[in-house]
């Protein structure tokens, strides 16, 4: 991949290279990103203003205690304090947690404790919820509080005081390429989530793939959809534009296909990188909406994080006159790995082809690379820099996931004679919904805490705008009965204990969990059970 100047002198440093670096490059004044509040309120912010707030935040986090190697969540809303408090503890050499801002209180403690994350920034609601998981959380220290203007007793902090009292003076050490900057979560084989390490280093390939397949440039407006939760959300609404003086639009608020149109317009966006899910609700629109926008300045869409079906490119070109290009890669690979991008032509329903840099191919159970066009485990070969480098607390699964030089990626594919690829579903149970990744152990643990619950099952199944939800068989636990109120009261609870994206969306009663001789869970007997839950949509894997 073309070399992008990115790593001057040594200095990897993600939030130096983001802020002080296009600051010495001449680029202080331009516009970093502009700030859409949920009321439509617009707030424009320099690279020299997010020079100096993420200075603030690094001086303000070193006074807090905070040192080279330690682990900070960063549980707030999408908002200018999450881009200047993320940078800033980048800047210290702090590896920072974005866990989405809806995570319950539960399953964020379960990931604080993973990580030995020595502090939090966060609101007050959520400090509040955390303060009574203390004792199981032996090293945190710090809770800072975003909404109190007062330090208060055993570790809580305002984080407003402290930055108040903060230099903007600040000068990041030269870091490594090999020390950790971001940690994300993905599902994995246990109730627990599995915390992914990532490196400073990552920004060359971030920063390149940025440039040469989503055609980022200066001097044009980019709109990344991703929340911060998800690796696309760092990756692409953080690392990639900054790391290459790219102005980006951010907005507070939620999906509305008018609201998010009326941004398109108004802002006069050039790139914008969103889901296939948003693709999908889209069509369900009047078609005579879309007419009354003008975007002309929109020269590019980018698909993400779910297979792009060939219905929702084919309803982009006709009502939007515009192809999406789709790009894949995982919390694993850090950055984009497969894609389609302008220059190459688009094959209606694939992933495209490998990025420079990267080397996939199809293997069988033996590990042994099969013919095109013949469906098997889709494997990239190691060693490209944003690739991760740990799975904290799980280091045997990372080695069973990236042995022999190559990286399982627990997706089904196969390679056309021309060099395309074409995802065929998860190979494992990972239910992959609107494009965030849940894990259906976790999903049962959650529903194995109810009292009413004596057994369940989570499963993906087919839906027709997020691809794929979460579907609950329950055994219920007498004297307790199957109702109406049950399913919504654990479809809360759920949502309560992890998040509302891993609430079950479908919950079907049942006397028994069809299980095979193994004692596993027959999804085969579910399906022959329940087969409206499986009809209305051609899944890829269905077709590979």
């Avoid at 108004?266 to 889209?282: A, D, K």
């Avoid at 995982?330 to 991008?341: D, L």
């Amino acid at each position: 991949m073309a070399d992008v100047d990115l790593v001057r002198d040594g200095q990897h440093n993600i939030g130096h290279i983001c802020t002080r670096q296009q600051c010495d490059r001449g680029n202080g004044d331009r516009l970093a990103f502009r700030w859409i509040a949920p009321d439509l309120t617009r707030t424009d912010y320099t690279f020299g203003d997010l020079e100096r707030h993420s200075n603030l935040y690094a001086n303000a986090l070193r006074s807090a205690g905070f040192r080279t190697g330690d682990v900070l969540f960063i549980h707030l809303p999408k908002t200018p304090e999450l881009f200047f408090s993320v940078l800033g503890a980048l800047k210290l050499g702090v590896a920072v947690s974005t866990p989405f801002s809806r995570l319950g209180e539960t399953a964020l403690a379960e990931r604080m404790a993973n990580t030995t994350a020595k502090g939090i920034l966060t609101k007050r609601r959520v400090a509040r919820q955390l303060a009574g998981l203390r004792s199981a959380l032996p090293s945190l220290a710090r809770l800072l509080v975003t909404d109190i203007d007062q330090h208060q007793a055993d570790g809580v902090l305002s984080a407003k005081a402290l930055v108040r009292e903060a230099s903007p003076e600040f000068l990041a050490d030269r870091t490594d390429e090999s020390a950790p900057s971001f940690i994300h979560f993905t599902p994995g084989p246990t109730a627990q989530a599995r915390a992914v390490v990532h490196v400073h280093g990552a920004v060359r390939h971030i920063g390149a793939t940025s440039r040469e397949v989503l055609r980022l440039k200066p001097g044009e407006l980019f709109w990344c959809t991703s929340d911060h939760g998800w690796v696309t959300g760092t990756s692409y609404g953080i690392v990639g534009p900054w790391s290459l003086g790219v102005s980006q639009v951010h907005f507070g608020g939620g999906y509305t296909a008018e609201g998010w149109f009326g941004i398109l317009e108004r802002e006069q966006v050039s790139v914008w990188y969103t889901s296939p899910s948003v693709i999908r609700m889209l069509m369900r629109e009047d078609p005579g909406l879309f007419a009354g926008f003008d975007l002309t300045r929109l020269q590019h869409v980018f698909g993400v994080g779910e297979w792009l079906d060939p219905e929702a490119l084919a309803w982009s070109r006709r009502v939007l006159g515009r192809d999406v290009y789709d790009t894949y890669f995982q919390t694993e690979t850090g950055g984009i790995v497969i894609a389609n991008r302008p220059g190459l032509p688009i094959r209606p329903g694939s992933m495209g082809q490998p990025v420079d840099g990267i080397e996939a191919c199809v293997v069988d159970d033996a590990g042994s690379v099969v013919p095109a066009n013949v469906a098997g485990r889709l494997t990239l070969r190691t060693g490209w820099p944003s690739m991760c480098v740990d799975y904290l607390g799980d280091s045997a699964g990372y080695r069973e996931k990236f042995r022999g030089g190559r990286y399982d990626t627990g997706d089904a594919a196969r390679r056309d004679d021309d060099g395309y690829f074409w995802f065929g579903g998860r190979n494992d149970d990972i239910v992959n919904t609107a494009g965030h990744l849940v894990g259906p152990s976790e999903v049962e643990s959650a529903l194995l805490e109810c009292p009413e619950v004596a057994e369940c099952a989570a499963v993906r199944v087919p839906d027709a705008v997020f691809l794929e939800k979460v579907a609950a068989f329950i055994v219920v636990k007498p004297p307790h009965a199957p109702s109406d109120d049950l399913e919504l009261d654990l479809k809360v609870r759920v949502s309560r204990r992890l998040s509302p994206i891993e609430a079950p969306q479908e919950v079907r009663f049942v006397d028994a969990i069809p299980r095979d001789e193994d004692g596993r869970v027959s999804r085969e007997a579910i399906r022959a059970r329940f087969p409206e839950l499986y009809a209305g949509r051609v899944l890829p894997w269905e077709t590979c």
